[in-house]
């Protein structure tokens, strides 16, 4: 490949006649995206529209209990209540400025697809989301929101009904109506130019991070920890430390642990294997392993490209938390600093207290990437809250 | 499937041979493969040059709601790649059989076998190998791989692999397709040019594209068979096809609909078969009439 690869790991993998529209995408964000207005309107979107720069704040009960310093950078308080905010509007501009004038997306738990509804809705873009029945039952308020916002929800029913099959929908909508239509990847995964595209777009996380920290430490951090489904909101905050003294950690979906048959952590478990999937070459769960996670972001078989080549090279650290482990730091944060993570995020906030036991991190930096009032209806029946 | 001492390979053979071809598909274990086995044979007797058989991948791309649904049913039904080469091992075909399946596909039936051949090996690599599933298809009696998620540039392994089993590798050209990457999948391509009518998924349709007379002008200048689907249902269409200047015709998901609502489905396949072919035939005769002092078309036979 000329380009879009992450040493072996990701390209093109799309048949021809997807291969036309992806180079011309590529083209596309190479010229326009990179061009001063664009940055301009996109910087004054994300401030005015998005709510950035997010926070970064200094959990001072957590960091009490663990003795290290954890830091959190709150994307959960962007607008939608996720990360996903990022990409999505970096993608709609790059979309209406190339001329199209609909999106189609994909989304699993519905935050994706909220971010698209409301970019769509914001720049008066035609809006349809394709959903796994499974996932429209289970995240019936999602659904309600993107209705609201003008978006069309496409149920769909192959397949597990879930978010691989969503995406499978969506890439054949595209696959026919390329000529009007932008596929506004929620995450660091699929053909070129999509990961490295959604990479830079959520790398304002980082940037922001990495500035932030500075002038609260004075220095970098020694570990930064991030949940990683397909991966953006780790890459996200990864990609400015990616030549600093800064430690990466992957919390992957564990599900019933990486050593199990039911997970999502085809990086920290030992029957993942290389594999072609959504149009990238990367690594993918053993084909004896069912896809699982008690968190609806995190459940993809796949990973990014770009973490692929991360753990290959030996770059970032990945491990499989667990849905117990997950839950547990889902009610702890909540119970010692009063924010309620994603469950996704909880991911993260759970590898993040196991660094601190282990003792070889003084400064911690967890990537919060969204909130849990979406996760109100799994925590209520586990912890009994009603 | 004998391998002749000519440059032809048994796909180019069978299309220059049997010109203009009528090239099949359905999809391996919908809704068995006991039953794949009778249509095929259906296929075969109603006048079918070469036959595509599908082996379903759980995350296709670019298929329509049809060849979707059967490979669906077929992944109900519990087909594998290993049950799909016992079939294939089972059949003894005039036409030669050609595989279509997803990269995935071919990479895991390495590793799985990687996996297996090296059980006692302290270092599993986990890097898949596409030799394996090859080495087997050409045991099997297969005489060519379609895989659609392929892209030109990456098929260098592939195509060693096809070229040491004496396999085909044959790449869908889509109607928006020139220049570079052209000559890219031209340079990669054997047995023959896969003609995709119109931009999209698969699935039938009632008109063939004016983009088929595009892409076909385009790859004149290639001295490969081309063959056009995507959207092809009627005999009708066949003879427009070939009237363009096609050399085969390829149908799919007008044949799994038959087999999905069709009392019969293996008499319904073969007279579908028969009409496509006659389809065929039909419009490499007027293509003749038209051409009168050029050099003659292979004159069309029948089997």
Redesign the interface.
Same mark, same amino acid.
């Given at each position: 490949m000329t380009d879009g690869t992450f040493d072996g790991y990701g390209g093109r993998h799309v048949p021809d006649p997807l291969q036309e529209p992806l180079e011309e995408l590529a083209a596309a964000y190479d010229d326009v995206a990179k061009s001063d207005a664009f940055r301009t309107e996109l910087r004054d979107l994300l401030e005015e529209f998005a709510g950035r720069p997010s926070p970064l704040y200094y959990a001072r009960n957590l960091s009490d209990r663990y003795g290290a310093e954890i830091y959190l950078k709150r994307e959960d308080l962007l607008h939608g209540g996720a990360h996903k905010i990022n990409n999505a509007l970096g993608q709609a501009l790059l979309a209406k400025r190339s001329g199209r004038d609909r999106l189609i997306a994909e989304t699993g738990a519905g935050q994706h697809g909220t971010a698209t509804a409301m970019v769509g809705a914001l720049l008066d873009l035609e809006t349809e989301i394709y959903m796994g029945k499974k996932d429209v039952e289970r995240q019936e308020m999602n659904v309600f929101r993107m209705r609201l916002m003008g978006a069309e929800v496409n149920e769909v029913t192959r397949g597990d009904q879930g978010l691989a099959d969503a995406v499978d929908a969506a890439l054949e909508d595209f696959a026919e109506n390329v000529a009007d239509t932008h596929y506004l990847v929620g995450s660091v995964v699929g053909p070129d130019p999509f990961p490295r595209m959604v990479r830079d777009f959520q790398s304002v996380i980082g940037r922001e991070a990495r500035e932030q920290i500075q002038e609260r430490t004075g220095g970098l951090p020694d570990a930064a920890v991030a949940c990683v489904g397909g991966g953006s909101n780790a890459i996200g905050l990864f990609h400015a430390f990616r030549d600093d003294p800064v430690d990466f950690y992957g919390a992957e979906g564990g599900g019933e642990g990486s050593d199990s048959t039911k997970h999502a952590a085809p990086l920290a478990s030992e029957t993942g294997t290389d594999d072609v999937l959504h149009g990238m070459k990367t690594r993918v769960i053993g084909d004896d392993t069912e896809v699982h996670s008690v968190s609806a972001g995190l459940d993809y078989p796949g990973v990014g490209p770009e973490h692929a080549m991360y753990r290959a090279v030996g770059r970032c650290e990945y491990t499989g938390i667990t849905d117990e482990e997950a839950l547990a730091a889902f009610r702890e944060l909540s119970e010692t600093e009063g924010i309620v993570p994603a469950l996704e995020s909880s991911h993260a906030v759970a590898r993040a207290i196991q660094l601190a036991e282990a003792g070889e991190h003084e400064t911690i930096l967890v990537n919060l990437s969204g909130r849990g009032d979406k996760d109100m209806e799994t925590a209520a029946s586990k912890f009994d809250l009603s | 499937m004998s391998q002749e001492g000519t440059t032809d390979s048994d796909i180019e053979a069978a299309i220059r041979e049997n010109h203009p071809a009528l090239i099949t598909y359905i999809t391996a274990g919908d809704p068995s493969l006991e039953e794949t086995k009778e249509y095929v044979e259906a296929l075969d007797r109603g006048g079918s040059d070469l036959i595509e058989l599908g082996l379903p991948f !759980?995350? #296709?791309?670019?298929? @329509?709601p049809t060849i979707?649904a059967a490979i669906?049913r077929a992944l109900d039904a519990g087909t594998t790649p290993e049950g799909f080469f016992d079939l294939v091992d089972d059949l003894e075909t005039e036409a030669p059989l050609l595989v279509m399946t997803?990269?995935?596909m071919i990479?895991?039936y390495g !590793? !799985?076998e990687a996996s297996r051949a090296s059980e006692s090996d302290a270092e599993p690599s986990?890097? #898949?190998d596409v030799r394996p599933f090859v080495e087997r298809g050409a045991e099997a009696g297969l005489s060519g791989i379609i895989v #659609?998620?392929? &892209?030109a540039?990456?098929a260098d392994p592939l195509r060693e692999a096809c070229d040491d089993y004496g396999l085909d590798l044959v790449?869908?050209?889509? &109607?928006?397709?020139e220049g570079e990457?052209l000559d890219r999948?031209m340079s990669q391509v054997s047995g023959f040019a896969y003609v995709?009518a119109r931009? @999209?998924?698969t699935g039938a349709r009632a008109d063939v594209s004016g983009a088929t007379h595009d892409s076909l002008a385009r790859l004149s200048e290639y001295d490969v068979p081309k063959a056009v689907g995507f959207g092809v249902s009627e005999g009708d269409h066949a003879a427009e096809i070939i009237e363009a200047g096609a050399d085969g015709v390829i149908v799919g998901s007008a044949l799994i609909d038959l087999i999905a609502s069709s009392d019969d489905p293996a008499a319904a396949l073969e007279a579908k078969a028969e009409e496509l072919k006659r389809g065929a035939i039909r419009g490499a005769d007027d293509n003749a009439v038209e051409s009168v002092g050029e050099t003659a078309a292979t004159s069309p036979s029948e089997r």
């Open positions: - | !759980s995350e #296709p791309i670019a298929e @329509g979707q669906n997803y990269y995935n990479l895991q !590793s !799985s986990n890097k #898949p #659609p998620d392929l &892209p540039e990456e790449f869908i050209v889509a &109607p928006t397709t990457r999948i995709q931009l @999209g998924t």
